[in-house]
């Protein structure tokens, strides 16, 4: 995990805060950009589905509309018809759209998790100040 932790002024007080990225935010943050990119495309090869058909149960179970088994069918049915027809582009453009405006209307995850004990705060605090020597004093923020 990326985490920074944030020194006090005074070295006697190794207290320290640590802050982390939510696992949840960093993969629905990434799966969502990807997601963008696909749904917005000019143009959509057969090859492009394995970019993102993993990322589609996640997604969809991140929103709250009726009816995600029902998205994910029209994407696979859409992708499975070869030479593609107008039905077809058209069932994988209304389950793209579906699925952006229900990610965009729902709530996004907490991108932050506070680590609330204290002992493995200092505990982590006292790895960072003796594995960078002097550097590990000041009070700006050092990067695990």
């Known amino acids: 995990r990326c985490c920074a932790v944030e020194f006090t002024q005074s070295e006697a007080d190794v207290t320290s805060r640590l802050r982390c990225l939510a696992p949840n935010y960093i993969v629905s943050t990434l799966f969502i950009s990807n997601f963008i990119g696909i749904a917005f495309a000019r143009s959509l090869h057969y090859q492009f589905y394995c970019w993102y058909f993993h990322q589609l149960p996640f997604l969809l179970w991140q929103t709250t509309i ?79």
């Open 66 to 144: 009726p009816g995600k088994w029902l998205v994910l069918c029209l994407v696979e049915l859409a992708f499975n018809v070869y030479p593609a027809t107008w039905w077809s582009s058209a069932a994988l453009q209304a389950a793209h759209g579906i699925l952006l405006v229900a990610l965009y209307l729902g709530d996004s995850p907490n991108p932050c998790e506070t680590n609330t004990d204290p002992s493995r705060a200092q505990n982590v605090g006292a790895k960072v100040a003796t594995d960078t020597g002097a550097a590990g004093k000041s009070s700006k923020a050092k990067s695990l």
